[in-house]
């Protein structure tokens, strides 16, 4: 009965039809997987990597394009992307103020010894940005974990070359700035194909069981601090006050004796000069003198009253005397 069922639907015009265009179907079916499969689109921040049965061929650039289908695969990397990867913290949400998770393993990380043998929190990002895909994908098994081991041997090596106070005060730009050298140098050794930015210490900090006590030693030294440069200011404002006046006095004191020395060499000077006049005259020098000092002595003297042996004559002269004073 099956038997003629089969028959009769084998007879029918249907099935003519369809066992004439079923190789047709079936043909556009294949076209339409392969038009799939043949193009692809890359993005405006992205590179296609292009291998050939596991071979690298070709890298294209953003835009539509075209491969092999089912022989070639394509790869596409954020070249243009700026990456990062966090140490000692996870962002936990990213926004204008962002949420920050801390756990076991990131502590565990972020826990590191300094020189002087003593324990620090480091909490640090690395940003990067991929530049050569090819080694990004083929040169090692797995780049982004690569890096992340080389960044915390890196940090933890420049963090025991510097002592604990170096590291949570006045170090920190040097260790970033040291840390991405290095970084940069192995992921160039190791053929990453990776590009590192900055390096940027998030945040420095003593363990939790002696932050306290580290606190209380650093406002001690902030308190030191500002006691030296209050003793600094006090210095800068007597020393050159004490200065000044101490310049002042000496250039007195040279002033006065350089008026004494001067005023002795004019009378050494005048006393020559007189005694050159006198040896050629000795009377006329002798009365000359005389006159002189009688000129320069007796205005000193005030009211004068001069009378002769006898006594007479004293009014007039007296008249004469208030005359000329009136006058």
Request: hydrophobic share 35%; proline share 4%; net charge positive.
């Given at each position: 009965?099956?038997?003629?069922?089969?028959?009769?639907?084998?007879?029918?015009?249907?099935?003519?039809?369809?066992?004439?265009?079923?190789?047709?179907?079936?043909?556009?079916?294949?076209?339409?997987?392969?038009?799939?499969?043949?193009?692809?689109?890359?993005?405006?921040?992205?590179?296609g990597v292009v291998t050939r049965f596991g071979k690298h061929v070709r890298t294209v650039?953003?835009?539509?394009?075209?491969?092999?289908?089912?022989?070639?695969?394509?790869?596409?990397?954020?070249?243009?992307?700026?990456?990062?990867?966090?140490?000692?913290?996870?962002?936990?949400?990213?926004?204008?103020?962002?949420?920050?998770?801390?756990?076991?393993?990131?502590?565990?990380?972020?826990?590191?010894?300094?020189?002087?043998?003593?324990?620090?929190?480091?909490?640090?990002?690395?940003?990067?940005?991929?530049?050569?895909?090819?080694?990004?994908?083929?040169?090692?098994?797995?780049?982004?974990?690569?890096?992340?081991?080389?960044?915390?041997?890196?940090?933890?090596?420049?963090?025991?070359?510097?002592?604990?106070?170096?590291?949570?005060?006045?170090?920190?730009?040097?260790?970033?700035?040291?840390?991405?050298?290095?970084?940069?140098?192995?992921?160039?050794?190791?053929?990453?194909?990776?590009?590192?930015?900055?390096?940027?210490?998030?945040?420095?900090?003593?363990?939790?069981?002696?932050?306290k006590a580290f606190n209380a030693v650093n406002e001690a030294q902030q308190q030191k601090?500002?006691?030296?440069?209050?003793?600094?200011?006090?210095?800068?404002?007597?020393?050159?006050?004490?200065?000044?006046?101490?310049?002042?006095?000496?250039?007195?004191?040279?002033?006065?004796?350089?008026?004494?020395?001067?005023?002795?060499?004019?009378?050494?000077?005048?006393?020559?000069?007189?005694?050159?006049?006198?040896?050629?005259?000795?009377?006329?020098?002798?009365?000359?003198?005389?006159?002189?000092?009688?000129?320069?002595?007796?205005?000193?003297?005030?009211?004068?009253?001069?009378?002769?042996?006898?006594?007479?004559?004293?009014?007039?002269?007296?008249?004469?005397?208030?005359?000329?004073?009136?006058?």
């Amino acid at each position: 009965m099956a038997n003629n069922e089969n028959s009769d639907f084998r007879a029918s015009p249907e099935y003519r039809k369809f066992k004439k265009h079923y190789k047709t179907v079936i043909l556009l079916v294949v076209l339409v997987i392969l038009a799939f499969n043949a193009f692809f689109q890359i993005g405006a921040e992205e590179v296609g990597v292009v291998t050939r049965f596991g071979k690298h061929v070709r890298t294209v650039n953003s835009g539509l394009k075209t491969k092999v289908p089912f022989i070639e695969d394509v790869y596409k990397v954020p070249v243009e992307r700026q990456k990062k990867q966090e140490f000692g913290f996870r962002t936990a949400q990213a926004g204008v103020r962002s949420q920050y998770a801390r756990s076991s393993s990131t502590s565990d990380e972020a826990l590191m010894l300094t020189g002087d043998l003593n324990l620090a929190n480091v909490e640090w990002v690395v940003q990067y940005r991929i530049d050569k895909p090819h080694n990004y994908l083929f040169k090692v098994r797995n780049a982004e974990s690569t890096l992340r081991d080389i960044s915390e041997s890196v940090m933890r090596q420049v963090v025991g070359d510097r002592t604990v106070n170096e590291v949570l005060t006045v170090g920190r730009a040097e260790i970033a700035s040291k840390t991405k050298a290095l970084i940069q140098d192995l992921s160039r050794e190791y053929s990453l194909g990776i590009q590192v930015a900055q390096v940027v210490l998030q945040d420095v900090n003593p363990p939790e069981p002696v932050k306290k006590a580290f606190n209380a030693v650093n406002e001690a030294q902030q308190q030191k601090e500002t006691l030296i440069n209050q003793a600094k200011s006090e210095y800068n404002k007597v020393i050159p006050k004490a200065r000044g006046q101490a310049e002042e006095t000496i250039q007195n004191a040279k002033g006065y004796a350089t008026r004494r020395v001067n005023n002795a060499q004019g009378e050494v000077a005048r006393f020559n000069a007189l005694y050159k006049e006198y040896v050629r005259a000795p009377e006329v020098t002798k009365r000359r003198l005389y006159l002189e000092t009688l000129q320069e002595v007796i205005p000193k003297l005030g009211d004068k009253i001069i009378t002769p042996k006898e006594g007479g004559n004293t009014i007039p002269l007296l008249q004469m005397h208030l005359k000329n004073k009136q006058q």
